[in-house]
């Protein structure tokens, strides 16, 4: 198992056959509510973050392979758990309201606290996130949702980079951030006993 501390990594060679996905910025100086949003069409995916919309376009087949990869292995273990998961598209409110409404959808998320789910999605942060990078989400993703995550309770963020094949793990109650990449097994801090291989990761078979 190669389980790196350091983020300091170096990278493996790019897959030559990645797919880019482009996700545009709303382009608007003013800022949208919740009730905004609602109103917006269903055949459009948006993010809104601190008021500002976030175009989210549909994710290419390798990027869904990872998440029904994760998602499969997600379900299987909390199966009879009181933890649920669930994966995007799924509204996660986690500031509506007050002048800077946030809503989310990340790629897959596990709730444990089911007081925070309703019937439109979830009033509340996760206690697990996990998304799945693009070359236009990536700095979105390790940035501005990473800062949203941990101001609003999420406990482990899943951060899985199909192009270099790593997974990093922040644990953002304590600031502890672990690298996996290789043949490494990639393990949860918080879900006890889950653990899934690199290799079954990334599977593309």
């Given at each position: 198992m190669n389980k790196d501390k350091n983020i300091e990594y170096e990278l493996p060679e790019q897959k030559v056959w990645e797919v880019r996905e482009p996700s545009a910025e709303y382009k608007v100086e003013q800022k949208f509510t919740y009730e905004d949003y609602c109103t917006w069409s269903d055949d459009e995916r948006w993010e809104l973050i601190d008021g500002k919309a976030f175009r989210m376009e549909a994710p290419n087949r390798y990027h869904q392979k990872i998440s029904m990869n994760l998602a499969g292995e997600l379900y299987l273990h909390l199966k009879g758990n009181k933890c649920e998961v669930y994966a995007a598209p799924f509204d996660v409110r986690l500031n509506v309201g007050e002048g800077s409404d946030t809503v989310v959808q990340?790629?897959?998320?596990?709730?444990?606290?089911?007081?925070?789910?309703d019937e439109i999605g979830a009033k509340g942060a996760p206690d697990l996130v996990i998304e799945i990078l693009s070359p236009s989400t990536r700095d979105?993703?390790?940035?501005?949702k990473l800062k949203k995550y941990k101001q609003h309770g999420v406990k482990e963020y899943w951060v899985v980079d199909p192009l270099y094949e790593i997974v990093t793990i922040y644990l953002l109650e304590i600031d502890d951030v672990t690298t996996y990449l290789d043949n490494s097994v990639v393990d949860s801090t918080?879900?006890?006993?889950?653990?899934?291989?690199?290799?079954?990761?990334?599977?593309?078979?």
């Open positions: 990340p790629d897959i998320m596990v709730f444990c606290d089911r007081e925070v789910l979105k993703d390790c940035t501005v918080i879900l006890q006993g889950f653990a899934i291989s690199q290799k079954d990761v990334f599977a593309d078979d």
